[in-house]
């Protein structure tokens, strides 16, 4: 082996393709681009978004102005009047509160309980992944019980003038102290072993 018997691997590289030298070459004449047009001239290259003339992709598209929210919050909602229909139609029906010195029979009809579990059963929202908001279209004959993430002004003042009442659900923003009842407490300020 000398160095001058050192070959490339075979197939690991080809000689350059030399076009316009003429017929017997194989590349001459049009040398390979075909018959006229913008492409077989020199010079004529096309940009990749080039689209003939009409209005390229990036100006058809809209743009992205404005913001986006990052604190938004996106709620599902439900209309006061939507939940009075359901209970006219029985498919939120109200129970009962004892009278007092009766023998356990219902007397006054209790506020009905809403809540986002119940209103997801009967088909009014979607999902329980997204907070509960109760908005006030519509109109309230029957005293409700209302529990959600979030209310309108004008749903609380419907819901109120029927009889009814609301609850908010909180979700505290900072750790709150355990709570502890009475009872314990007396146990930690009498501790065993103390004078007598």
Not at 27 to 37: E, L, P, Q, S, V
Not at 95 to 104: D, I, K, R
């Amino acid at each position: 082996m000398k160095l001058h018997d050192l070959r490339p691997a075979a197939g690991s590289r080809t000689p350059r393709t030399r076009v316009g030298r003429g017929i017997a070459a194989g590349k001459g004449k049009t040398a390979g681009r075909g018959t006229k047009g913008q492409k077989a001239r020199t010079g004529g290259s096309i940009p990749p978004w080039f689209e003939g003339g009409q209005t390229p992709i990036h100006v058809r598209i809209p743009k992205l102005r404005g913001f986006k929210n990052r604190f938004k919050i996106d709620y599902e909602v439900v209309n006061v009047g939507r939940i009075a229909a359901l209970v006219e139609l029985g498919a939120l029906a109200p129970g009962g509160l004892p009278a007092a010195g009766s023998t356990g029979k219902a007397s006054t009809p209790a506020p009905i309980t809403i809540n986002q579990e119940i209103l997801r059963a009967v088909g009014l929202v979607s999902t329980l992944d997204k907070p509960l908001k109760v908005l006030g279209h519509g109109e309230v004959t029957v005293p409700l019980f209302v529990v959600a993430d979030a209310f309108s002004k004008s749903a609380v003042a419907k819901v109120e003038a029927a009889g009814g009442s609301i609850q908010v659900l909180e979700i505290p923003s900072a750790p709150l102290a355990a709570l502890r009842l009475p009872a314990e407490v007396d146990e930690t300020t009498d501790a065993p072993g103390g004078d007598a």
